[in-house]
């Protein structure tokens, strides 16, 4: 994995493009790129104290947004520009979104909603008590 670039953007996140491509045969790349924002969680997001407290002591102090493009079966010698192509596309197509003043508070507040939902979900073989 080769860390192709880092944007600051507006709202003071920095993007990250990582380049995942590799080898499928002696002629052909599967091309795969990753953008990721690391994004620290803050008190702020939440609306008490006690609710950052539970998501940083189940989730950690930082969450990742994280997109993948990729293309399979590229030509070797296409493999830069396929790359080039994925990454014009991502950002014309995302940058908006990830700029905005809020995107870090949203990106919280989903991960917030994955723990919780992981929390309510029982074990495999648990009934619940219930015996059934």
Known sequence: MVLKEKTLLPNGLELEIWDRSRSIA???VK???LARIPVKVE???????????RFV????PEVRYEYRLERTF????AADAVFAELLNAFKKDA????SKQDF????????????????FRRPAGDDG???K
């Open 104 to 119: 870090a508070q949203r990106l919280v507040r989903a991960r917030c909603r994955e723990v919780a939902a992981q929390s």
């Open 95 to 98: 940058l908006p979104y990830l």
């Open 43 to 53: 008190a702020i997001f939440f609306p008490a104290k006690e609710q950052f407290d």
């Open 31 to 33: 091309v795969e790129l």
């Open 57 to 60: 002591a189940a989730a950690g």
């Open 129 to 131: 008590g219930n015996g």
């Open 26 to 28: 002696a002629d052909t």
């Open 74 to 77: 590229v030509a070797r010698n």
